[in-house]
């Protein structure tokens, strides 16, 4: 099986999801969602535990963590038109639920999380898994068997507690019925085996006939991309290699990047052209411009901020005419509100691909450019996301801010000179320029502090993607590649505290104000779990 490796549409664009943040909703629902899969039936009783050391405890319920792992648990995807009346839902099912806060000893990991899901019948599942970015989930402990997944395929478990099963001889009878792209078995916490196969399809008749007697469960993939026996090798992991390729191919960047992302899927060029044209690009536009162009409502709470109608309204008085800047202001705002039923297209933070989009579209009309030459920028800003993920985990929890605004932008930057004409060295050292702007940022929101200070930084990228872009034009050396850039944020960021990667413990959680504000929007969630 050819080793997973990040690709445009399962980790970079993905995955679309109802608001909310991709590492604290739509990680926490896609792993409820294999617990859910693994449980076999409608849930009595829902508990999720995490510890109060890490990411989830700190800033739990800014965002709708609790709403992706209910979701999830009862078998919804972060997409799910219903996602927003879950709790209703559940209680009008009679299905309790509650959320612990207590060491977690099965994983280190900063954004780790357990399910134990009872079954209407008695039947228990447990799992246990990490969030790692992006909307991205590893798989660690399945009812107490070790585990390691990130739901790229249908995996069979088949358990063994007694170790009675021939695993060789197993894998051959599974291997007659269908193709198995990867076996192996992993030790119980008790003893015991639990033997596992990752199958390219869904299991046939067939095998369940065969496998008729023994204990087992069922993990279907959770990505949009699963994959399949015509994945490739990863076609590069730098903007270096990605440069050499498209030189020695008479390629554009953007062309490699299809090509890339072919190697990645198994899909036709055809097909993953129409994927970023047809649902990515649409889903971004409108996540960006529907509060102009629809009659959406955002969802407020007494802690929400406007952004959007502010920016609209002072904008004729103010002082400055920023032009595009201004404009990708107006677009990059108009996506930070949550707006239920318009969905959000990570990238790998935040909306409208990481509020990328609203910067693109910005440069798009006012330079009246094509549709082509957009959809070329996204597959640029994509293959730079991809290589961010293959050299780091793009998440505030485990590098802080510089893994998600700061691959944010980059990516931007690295679009517009995509957009504008550029050659690719110019690209590599506008993504490299803007990343290396954003090392060492902490990842800090406050709870109930009106999207501050991540809006602060949100404006970087709106405003200093467009300025390194054409920074990059004008014929400035980098001096780093690209690549280095990457490696240096994931250091610098690995080396920052826990208190600053997304715990609301340090940074500017840390100052007198937002402890006030904290404080205030604690007691109105608890307020508000007491009257449900």
């Known amino acids: 099986m050819t080793e997973l490796y990040p690709e445009f549409y399962n980790d970079v664009f993905g995955p679309l999801m109802q608001p909310g943040s991709s590492s604290h909703m739509a990680a926490p629902c896609r792993a409820g969602l294999l617990c859910r899969a693994l449980l076999g039936e409608e849930p009595a009783d829902i508990r999720v535990e995490m510890d109060p050391e890490g990411s989830f405890a700190g800033a739990f319920g800014q965002m709708n963590e609790d709403l992706g792992m209910l979701n999830g648990a009862l078998g919804r995807a972060p997409d799910c038109p219903d996602f927003f009346s879950i709790k209703e839902t559940l209680k009008q099912r009679g299905i309790s639920y509650r959320f612990d806060f207590r060491p977690m000893k099965e994983s280190p990991h900063i954004n780790a999380l357990k399910f134990i899901l009872s079954g209407v019948s008695g039947k228990q599942a447990t799992l246990v898994a990490n969030s790692i970015g992006g909307g991205m989930v590893e798989t660690v402990w399945v009812d107490g068997y070790a585990f390691s997944s990130k739901g790229d395929t249908y995996t069979l478990l088949v358990f063994d507690p007694e170790k009675q099963l021939n695993q060789a001889r197993l894998e051959q009878q599974i291997a007659a019925c269908q193709t198995v792209l990867e076996a192996g078995a992993g030790q119980g916490q008790k003893g015991g085996l639990m033997l596992w196969f990752k199958l390219e399809q869904a299991p046939s008749p067939a095998l369940a006939q065969a496998l008729s007697g023994l204990e087992t469960a069922l993990l279907p993939p959770i990505l949009p991309v699963p994959t399949t026996a015509d994945k490739k090798p990863q076609l590069f992991d730098s903007m270096t290699e990605w440069r050499r390729l498209a030189k020695a191919q008479g390629k554009t960047l953007a062309d490699v990047a299809v090509d890339y992302e072919t190697a990645a899927s198994g899909w036709g060029q055809e097909q993953v052209i129409a994927y970023m044209r047809d649902v990515v690009q649409p889903a971004m536009r409108r996540r960006t411009h529907s509060l102009y162009e629809e009659q959406t409502a955002p969802m407020t709470t007494p802690f929400s901020e406007l952004h959007y109608q502010k920016w609209e309204a002072a904008l004729p008085r103010l002082p400055l005419n920023l032009g595009v800047i201004s404009k990708s202001i107006r677009y990059v705002v108009a996506g930070q509100p949550p707006v239920p039923g318009v969905l959000n297209v990570p990238g790998p933070m935040g909306t409208g691909g990481g509020f990328l989009y609203g910067v693109l579209s ?167 779990a007491a009257a449900e």
């Open 362 to 528: 910005a440069v798009q009309e006012e330079l009246n450019l094509s549709e082509e030459t957009m959809l070329q920028g996204l597959f640029v800003a994509a293959g730079v996301g991809a290589i961010c993920y293959t050299r780091t985990n793009p998440t505030g929890e485990v590098v802080g801010c510089a893994g998600e605004c700061g691959c944010c932008a980059a990516m931007a930057a690295a679009a517009l000179v995509q957009m504008l004409g550029g050659q690719p060295e110019q690209a590599e050292a506008a993504a490299s320029m803007t990343l290396q702007a954003a090392v060492g940022w902490p990842c800090d929101p406050i709870p109930g502090g009106k999207d501050m200070p991540c809006m602060s930084r949100v404006l970087f990228i709106a405003s200093m993607s467009i300025v390194f872009a054409q920074w990059a034009l004008a014929g400035q050396d980098p001096v780093l590649p690209f690549h280095e850039a990457v490696d240096t944020a994931d250091r610098v960021g690995r080396s920052l505290s826990g208190d600053l990667l997304c715990t609301a413990r340090g940074g500017h959680c840390a100052a007198p104000t937002a402890q006030c504000l904290a404080s205030q929007f604690r007691q109105w969630r608890r307020d508000g």
